[in-house]
């Protein structure tokens, strides 16, 4: 069976160690692996075994470098899945970091969606939300289940909205025109935004 005939830890990062294999450099380990899978010089070693600490080793550094990730914003089980994707991972490996993820609640597409329509139904529409979490690659299932906005409240922050760009402007058909395309632009419906150009009207005698 093949030794390990050295490890050494790296110059720049000392958390690393370069693993030599019969006197053959053969891959790069965290520290943590290196003690956690036993490797010491002398140690004979299986091709199998040694595939199996890298990958654990990939996994390991997948996570940590997904965390910090994460902590920068939520995002998305396909966003982050794509942020891996970009670094290089196996998709083996990025499948196991995913479900870990998922096991600690570091990702969770259902309270990604629940907090993504609270925080934006004050100035986007149910329609434009959805098309969104879309983009962002939320499964349609929890999109229907978590981004339904009451038509009251949806009226009333449309009209809102419709107030704010309002402010300082004439009220003449031209404005009011590019009012609705505003509000559309938003994720609003035509029913939504012509019960707020037909106020204007009504309210100014346009």
Do not use: H, W
């Not at 030794?3 to 050494?8: A, E, F, V």
């Not at 479900?99 to 925080?119: C, S």
């Not at 229907?144 to 906005?149: N, P, Q, R, T």
């Not at 994720?187 to 037909?198: E, L, M, S, W």
Request: with cysteine; proline share 2%.
């Amino acid at each position: 069976m093949p030794k390990i005939t050295d490890i050494q830890i790296q110059k720049n990062n000392k958390t690393r160690a370069n693993i030599y294999v019969e006197g053959q450099y053969s891959f790069a380990l965290e520290m943590l692996t290196v003690m956690k899978a036993g490797l010491k010089i002398g140690a004979e070693v299986t091709d199998g075994f040694l595939a199996d600490v890298v990958y654990d080793n990939e996994v390991s550094v997948g996570f940590e470098r997904a965390v910090t990730y994460l902590s920068r914003s939520m995002r998305t089980r396909k966003q982050t899945y794509d942020y891996l994707v970009r670094k290089g991972y196996a998709d083996k490996v990025i499948d196991a970091v995913l479900d870990k993820l998922a096991d600690y609640k570091f990702i969770d597409d259902n309270d990604y969606a629940k907090r993504y329509v609270e925080n934006n139904m004050l100035n986007k529409g149910e329609r434009r939300i959805k098309q969104e979490l879309k983009q962002k690659g939320v499964p349609a299932s929890v999109i229907d289940e978590y981004c339904v906005v009451p038509d009251n409240v949806s009226q009333d922050n449309a009209e809102a909205l419709a107030e704010k760009y309002m402010r300082g402007k004439p009220r003449d058909l031209k404005t009011l025109q590019k009012l609705q395309r505003y509000l559309l632009s938003r994720g609003y419906g035509f029913d939504v935004a012509g019960n707020i150009i037909r106020k204007y009207k009504t309210d100014d005698n346009v």
